[in-house]
C-alpha cells in the first residue's frame, strides 16, 4: 500500500474514534442531565412487585428503588429499558440470572428490567463493560456503576457531572433509601460492575 494512502487511512480511523468519543460524551451528558432531572421528584423507596403496562410501562412517579432512576433517566431520552432487556431476555433468557437467582422460567416485563442483575448483563450484553477502577478520572458522567451494599443487595447508580469536595471525585446520582439525590459514595461501596450504554440510532 502507498505510503500516502496508508496515512490517509489512519487519519480517517483516528477521525472516526475522536467523532464517536465525543458523541458518547455527549449522551453521557445527556443521560446525567436527565438524571438530574429525576432527583427534583419526590419518591418513596418502594420496590414491590406490580404489574405493569408494556412497552413504557412504570410503577407510580411517587414509588421506586435505585435501578428505576436509571429506567426513568432512560426514558427521558425516549429509550425503554422495559423493552430492550424484555427483547433480550426474550432470545437469551439464559444469558441473564432469572431462573438460576428467581427460579423464573420466562421474562417478566413487570420486573424484569427493575433488577439490578439483569441491568448488569444487559448493560454488558448492549453496551460497554469497563474495567472497575478505583482511580475516579476514569467515571464519566452517564456512566452506570453497581454496587454491593452488603452480599447479596446490590444496588446501581449514574454518575453525574458533580464534584466532591475533592474536586476529582463524581458525586453518583442514585436512590439508596431517600428518593433520587446525589452522594458521594462512588468509592463508599464494593463496586461490582461499571458500565457505559449507548443505544445505537
Known amino acids: ?10 487519519a ?13 460524551n455527549h449522551f453521557g451528558q445527556l443521560l446525567a442531565n ?10 418513596t423507596y418502594n420496590g414491590r412487585y406490580e404489574p405493569i403496562g408494556f412497552p413504557w410501562g412504570d410503577v407510580p412517579d411517587n414509588i421506586g428503588v435505585c435501578s428505576d432512576v436509571v429506567i426513568r433517566a ?3 431520552l425516549d429509550i425503554d429499558l422495559q423493552h430492550l432487556v424484555n427483547h433480550d431476555m426474550s432470545i437469551n433468557f439464559h444469558a441473564y440470572p432469572s431462573f438460576t437467582q428467581w427460579r423464573l422460567r420466562k421474562p417478566d416485563s413487570n420486573i424484569d428490567h427493575r433488577r439490578v442483575l439483569n441491568l448488569q448483563v444487559f448493560f454488558a450484553r448492549a453496551g460497554q463493560s469497563l474495567p472497575i477502577s478505583y482511580n475516579p478520572r476514569n467515571y464519566r458522567p452517564g456512566d452506570l456503576v453497581t454496587w454491593n451494599i452488603r452480599p447479596g443487595l446490590p444496588h446501581i447508580g449514574i454518575v453525574s457531572d458533580k464534584l466532591s469536595t475533592d474536586g476529582i471525585t463524581p458525586l453518583i446520582i442514585h436512590n439508596i433509601s431517600n428518593g433520587p439525590e446525589y452522594s458521594n459514595t462512588l468509592f463508599d461501596m464494593d463496586i461490582t460492575g461499571h458500565f457505559r450504554y449507548q443505544p445505537a440510532q
Open 1 to 10: 500500500m502507498h505510503p500516502l494512502s496508508r496515512a490517509i487511512i489512519l
Open 12 to 24: 480517517a480511523g483516528l477521525l472516526a474514534s475522536s467523532q464517536s468519543a465525543l458523541a458518547n
Open 34 to 43: 436527565a438524571a438530574d432531572e429525576r432527583t427534583k421528584h419526590v419518591v
Open 74 to 76: 432512560y426514558r427521558k
